[in-house]
């Protein structure tokens, strides 16, 4: 990827983020049924430094905690120079949904996009550089934490709440 197309990505991914500042929905609606907000989460392990969250180490995500409401949708953009994952972490491997396990969560099913909802789980696959993910739906309210398959102890990893 050329310079100036990775400063045309990252610029456009700048200003799909400003339409809804760390990832809030700021339009009042109530979400439901579909036709909510889209919330665009930049994956970057180089931009994004960790920082502490209430799950947690979260880094190389922004925003790190994504909060939505059911009906919502979330894209992950990959504007980093080498591929990513964002992958569900299921309430078993987490233990109790509330803090990253501590273990590497994944298997290699990661790597292979599937999933289109929070609830039932999604990964995005191996995201190349510049690309991203499929549209993930929040279908039912509650935490959801995720990370990438490559940098799970960087720690590359998020969680989005959904009300």
């Known amino acids: 990827m050329t310079p100036s197309v990775r400063v045309s990505f990252i610029a456009m991914a700048l200003l799909v983020a400003a339409c809804t500042p760390n990832g809030i ?3 009042g609606g109530s979400g439901g049924g ?3 907000v889209n919330h665009v989460v930049d994956v970057n392990l180089t931009l994004n430094q960790p920082v502490q969250t209430p799950y947690g180490q979260s880094g ?3 925003p790190p905690v994504t909060n939505v409401k059911v009906g919502d949708t979330v894209t992950f953009m990959n504007s980093d120079g080498f591929a990513h994952t964002s992958t569900s972490i299921t309430p078993a491997q987490s233990m109790n949904e509330t ?3 501590s273990q590497y969560p994944f298997t290699g099913k990661a790597l292979n996009q599937a999933g289109s909802t ?3 789980g999604w990964t995005s696959g191996a995201m190349q550089a510049g690309s991203g993910s499929q549209v993930v739906t929040a279908d039912k309210p509650g ?3 995720y990370g990438c398959f490559f940098h799970y102890g ?3 990893r998020g969680a989005i709440v959904a009300k």
């Open 25 to 27: 929905d700021s339009s």
């Open 99 to 101: 803090k990253f396990p």
């Open 34 to 36: 579909g036709g909510g």
């Open 118 to 120: 929070l609830s039932g």
């Open 60 to 62: 190389g995500m922004k």
């Open 154 to 156: 960087a720690p590359m």
């Open 143 to 145: 935490t959801y934490l």
